[in-house]
């Protein structure tokens, strides 16, 4: 990766954060910095982060923020059409944060290929707990905002990602990595950042089986 520039894909949380981290140490350039949200393009998807949460992210990590909105349905649309954009503008790296889900790889490497846009994935196939404890002892800060209460208790909702917070989650057999999607987290602080992002935490929701924090930026 040293001196490619690269486009990353960002849901705002922790292993998407990893791999812009990884992909930096490499020597990678940042150029974009690549979010999809729903249709309405008021919350991301999955991780439901309002807009301005996200864009504060970008202004932290001092690049700037495309975003697509999009159903899943037409989720692989809104892909090409960011991925091509990125490629006008000389970019043809792309990283994402996959860890170790083969079918998920395979997509986003089909789907890039379509457009002559290298995937790269800067966490594939590294195990799991010593990833999430590399997060922490860089200096990461990463919170729970998302719940799916069919995988997991909702009170975990809003805990502060830590080792003890792994060690609880695994005592009880949750993937403390939440890779088949127990649980999202967004990322406020770390040595990507300029400075921490002012989030504020001002209660919950549950909606269709999932407990959501609601994440705002403190004005």
């Known amino acids: 990766m040293k001196d490619i520039p690269f486009v990353a894909s960002w849901s705002g ?5 990893m791999a812009y981290y990884r992909a930096m140490k490499a ?4 150029q974009r910095l690549w979010t999809m949200f729903e249709e309405d393009k008021e919350r991301s998807k999955s991780h439901a982060l ?13 690049i700037p923020l495309m975003i ?3 159903s899943w349905s037409g989720y692989e649309e809104q892909f090409l059409d960011a991925m091509q954009s990125c490629k006008e503008l000389g970019i043809d790296h792309a990283v994402f944060g996959d860890i170790d ?5 395979q997509w986003v490497q089909k789907t890039c290929a379509k457009v002559a846009m290298e995937a790269v994935h800067p966490l594939w196939l590294e195990p799991r707990r010593s990833l999430l404890e590399e997060f922490v002892a860089a200096g990461f800060e990463a919170y729970i905002v998302v719940v799916n209460t069919k995988m997991m208790p909702a009170h975990f909702v809003g805990r502060k990602f830590t080792v003890e917070l792994m060690d609880e989650l695994d005592a009880l057999g949750i993937d403390s990595c939440g890779e088949s999607g127990e649980f999202h987290t967004v990322v406020v602080d770390g040595p990507i950042f300029s400075e921490r992002v002012p989030v504020v935490f001002s209660g919950q929701h549950e909606r269709d089986g999932y407990v959501f924090l609601d994440v705002t930026l403190r004005k």
Not at 52 to 57: H, I, L, S, Y
């Open 13 to 17: 949380g922790k292993d998407s954060a």
């Open 27 to 30: 020597g990678g350039i940042p």
């Open 50 to 62: 309002p807009f301005e949460v996200v864009e504060a992210q970008a202004e932290k990590l001092g």
């Open 68 to 70: 697509r909105g999009a």
């Open 101 to 105: 889900l083969e079918d998920h790889l």
